[in-house]
C-alpha cells in the first residue's frame, strides 16, 4: 500500500516508524514530515491545510490511504474534502468528519453530545460575547475553582482554572470581550471543577467496532513537580499504575461504549482516533475533553507499545472490519520525556544544531520540532525531541529516557526529569 500520513510532529515520527515497519507499506510519504521521518519515509512539503496540494499528491503517487495525526486539518474538514471529491473518494482517510471532528473543535459541541448521550463530565455553562452580563452573573453562584474553557482550537492554551470569583470575572471578560484567545473564545465553557488524578484512553473506532489502546498519562507543566506554564506536553507515561480492570470497565461501560454508540445513533461519520481525557474522581471516571487524534507525548508512549502490525489496524479501520483485530499489548512500562528548546513555552531559538542522536537499545528517539539545514539536522520548534524508553521496570525506563535525553545534545537543551515519579505510591 501507499500510504499518505499528515503531520509533523512526534506522534507523526512515532505513526511513521510504525507504518514503515509493516510489510504492506510500499510506500511512505510524510507531508511535511520534519528531520527524523525521513528515516522511515519521504517528506513532502505541503501544509496539512492544503487539501488542493494533498489531492494532486494523492492523484500522483496513488495513495491508497491517509492518516491524518493532527486536529487542525480533521476540524477544517479534510474527509469530507475527500468524501466529496470523485477522483479521491476511493481512498479511504482515517480521522472523522467536520462534523465528528467538532467533539475537539467545539468544547460545546462536545458537553452537548455527552450530556445527550449520559456520559460521566463536569456540570457546565456555555456563553457567548453578548451573554456576558449572564456569564458574570453565573459565577456570583459558582462554586471555586472555576474553570474557563475557550469554545475552539487554542493550542492547547485556552483552559483556566481561577481560585476566586473576581479572577473568573476579569478572565470571562477578556475571553469574550477582549478576544483573548482569538476566535476560539467567541464561546467560553464555564466549568465545575473536578478534583482528581487526570489520565488519557485511546479508542480506535471504525464506526462500529472499537479497540481500546492502553492507558497514558501526559505532563503539561513545564516545571519539576509539574510547576510552571503550561506546555503542548513535557512527557508521558503507559501504562498508568491506578488504573485496573474495575477502572477501565467503568470507562467502557460508562463512556467509550455511549461515545461510539452516541456517533453511530446520530449518524456522524467517525473513523480514527477518538482520545479521552479523563479525569479519577475517587474512582469515577469523569470526561474532561475529547480530542479526535492521538495525543502528543502521549502517542509515543502508547504507539511504542504495541505489537501488532499497526497498518493492518489502520487498514481494518477503513474497512470497517476493526472487530477482526485483537490488540497485542507489550508488557513493559514506558517512558517518554520531551526535549525542549531554551525559553519554551515562551520565546525561543530555531536552528539550534542537534548532536549524539545514536539510539539506545529498547529505547526510541522521535523528532518533533526539527528540521535540516545544510546537512545539519536543527532545533524548529519549541518541543523538540520525544524520548521514549520502555522496561519491566518504570523506573528503569525512566532512567533510560532521562539517560538518552542526557545524551543528545543542542543548545539551550531543557528537560522535566521527573515524568511519572508522582505515580510511584500507586505502585
Given at each position: ?79 469530507d474534502f475527500f468524501s466529496d471529491d470523485e477522483d479521491l473518494l476511493h481512498i479511504p482517510v482515517i480521522g472523522p468528519s467536520k462534523e465528528g471532528a467538532q467533539l475537539e473543535g467545539s468544547k460545546d459541541f462536545s458537553k452537548r453530545f455527552m450530556q445527550r448521550h449520559q456520559i460521566p463530565t463536569a456540570a457546565y455553562e456555555t456563553f457567548t460575547k453578548e451573554e456576558l452580563p449572564k456569564g458574570i452573573a ?244 519549541g518541543r523538540v525531541i520525544a524520548v521514549t524508553a520502555l522496561d519491566l521496570n518504570p523506573e528503569i525506563a525512566l532512567a533510560n529516557a532521562n539517560a538518552l535525553a542526557n545524551q543528545i545534545q543542542f543548545e539551550g537543551k531543557y528537560f522535566r526529569t521527573d515524568i511519572g515519579k508522582d505515580l510511584t505510591k500507586f505502585r
Open positions: 500500500m501507499n500510504i499518505l500520513l499528515l503531520g509533523s510532529g512526534g506522534r507523526e515520527s512515532a505513526f511513521a516508524m510504525k507504518l514503515a515497519e509493516s510489510k504492506d507499506c510500499e510506500k511512505l510519504l510524510i507531508a511535511p514530515g520534519n528531520a527524523g521521518t525521513v528515516a522511515f519515509g519521504t517528506n513532502v512539503n505541503i501544509a496539512v491545510n492544503d487539501f488542493e496540494a494533498i489531492k494532486t499528491l494523492c492523484i500522483a503517487e496513488d495513495i491508497n490511504l491517509v492518516l491524518v495525526g493532527p486536529e487542525d486539518p480533521l476540524v477544517n474538514g479534510i474527509v453565573y459565577l456570583d453562584n459558582h462554586t471555586l475553582p472555576i474553570v474557563l474553557k475557550a469554545d475552539g482550537l487554542a493550542a492547547g492554551k485556552g483552559v483556566l482554572i481561577c481560585n476566586s470569583v473576581a479572577e473568573a470575572k476579569l478572565e470571562l471578560t477578556a475571553m469574550l470581550a477582549d478576544a483573548k484567545f482569538g476566535t476560539a473564545s467567541q464561546k467560553v465553557v464555564v466549568e465545575e471543577f473536578l478534583d482528581g488524578i487526570e489520565l488519557s484512553v485511546f479508542v480506535l473506532t471504525d464506526g462500529h467496532s472499537y479497540v481500546i489502546l492502553p492507558s497514558a498519562k501526559d505532563y503539561k507543566r513545564i516545571g519539576e513537580g509539574d510547576t510552571g506554564l503550561n506546555t503542548g506536553g513535557m512527557g508521558s507515561i503507559s501504562p498508568v499504575p491506578f488504573v485496573d480492570e474495575t477502572f477501565m470497565q467503568k470507562v467502557e461501560d460508562n463512556i467509550v461504549i455511549p461515545s461510539v454508540e452516541g456517533l453511530a445513533k446520530e449518524d456522524i461519520d467517525f473513523k480514527g482516533f477518538l482520545f479521552i481525557g479523563l479525569m479519577n474522581v475517587n474512582g469515577e471516571p469523569m470526561v474532561i475533553e475529547y480530542n479526535v487524534r492521538m495525543g502528543d507525548p502521549e502517542t509515543e508512549s502508547v504507539i511504542a507499545r504495541i505489537q501488532n502490525d499497526f497498518l493492518s489496524i489502520i487498514h481494518a479501520v477503513a474497512e470497517e472490519r476493526l472487530d477482526t483485530i485483537k490488540l497485542q499489548i507489550d508488557p513493559r512500562h514506558a517512558a517518554t520525556v520531551m526535549l525542549v528548546a531554551g525559553g519554551y513555552p515562551g520565546e525561543y531559538k530555531k536552528g539550534e544544531e542537534i548532536s549524539n542522536l545514536e539510539p539506545m537499545e529498547d529505547a526510541f528517539i522521535f523528532h518533533a520540532g526539527t528540521q535540516f539545514a545544510n546537512d545539519k539536522i536543527v532545533t524548529n520548534g
